[in-house]
């Protein structure tokens, strides 16, 4: 068999902490955001997206303007996104081209007016950076339901620290197989029983007056649990669920 990019990248992940596709998916985030900056500042063609989208998503382009070092990127990237919006305001149909009657008598401002200026000031395009992780979302998972019956990925996998929830549902979906559905489970829920373990000592530890053994492994786990039914921080925050 050959062995696909995505595939190896997911077993490569499978050794580190956390769901694999979340973690992959903050991977590709960061490279994005970050070759955006290095490359495309002074592309036409980036210009433009940022015009039609005013901007990206509130999430990523607060990623943008957080990258250190780049902020004469992000002035020139976000002053095409506040050209578009001047050139709205300004255009032949605005209201602040009618007379007042007029702007009266088409209601641009009435209590229940016109929404044709807010809706001409909506992105034109969704977020880039977020179409494309829905875009590297959909062929990991993809990657994943291919290649579960693996040997190889799936005694990686069961040494990983599984997939979190929405990923979980996900991969379960796209596999055909009741056999094949029913072996992730069964690894997916030895992991959930496991942390459930570590959730109830970090509990019992955590009580007042507690006498007995340091915190262990388990300390983390109160976060674990966060990430493993809802995703990675940061990782699933703008990709729509469910699809
Ligand atoms: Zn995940
Ligand atoms: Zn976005």
């Known amino acids: 068999m050959a062995y696909s990019k995505t595939y190896v990248d997911l077993l490569e992940r499978f050794s580190r902490r956390g769901c694999a596709i979340c973690g992959l998916l903050l991977h590709d985030e960061n490279r994005y955001i970050d070759s955006l900056l290095y490359e495309f500042a002074n592309d036409a063609g980036i210009h433009k997206v940022f015009r039609r989208g005013r901007g990206f998503c509130n999430h990523h382009s607060w990623l943008l303007a957080h990258q250190y070092g780049y902020s004469l990127g992000v002035s020139i990237l976000f002053e095409a996104a506040l050209d578009a919006v001047l050139e709205i305001l300004e255009s032949e149909n605005s209201p602040f081209q009618l007379s007042r009657l007029e702007t009266v008598v088409s209601g641009w401002f009435g209590a229940k007016g016109d929404t044709r200026l807010?809706?001409?000031?909506?992105?034109?395009?969704?977020?880039?950076?977020?179409?494309?992780?829905?875009?590297?979302?959909?062929?990991y998972i993809e990657?994943?339901?291919?290649?579960?019956?693996?040997?190889?990925?799936?005694?990686?996998?069961?040494?990983?620290?599984?997939l979190c929830l929405p990923h979980f549902r996900d991969v379960l979906r796209l596999m055909s197989a009741p056999k094949e559905r029913a072996q992730l489970a069964k690894i997916q829920r030895a992991k959930w029983?496991?942390?459930?373990?570590?959730?109830?000592l970090f509990q019992a530890k955590s009580v007042l007056n507690y006498v007995g053994e340091p915190f262990g492994a388990e300390v983390d786990s109160w976060r674990r649990v966060v990430a493993s039914m809802t995703g990675g921080e940061h990782a699933l925050l703008n990709l729509t669920r469910p699809r």
């Open 118 to 139: 807010a809706g001409k000031l909506e992105p034109e395009i969704p977020c880039p950076a977020c179409v494309s992780l829905c875009k590297s979302e959909a062929l």
């Open 193 to 200: 029983e496991a942390l459930k373990g570590e959730l109830e």
């Open 143 to 162: 990657t994943f339901a291919e290649y579960w019956s693996d040997t190889t990925f799936q005694s990686a996998y069961e040494q990983s620290q599984g």
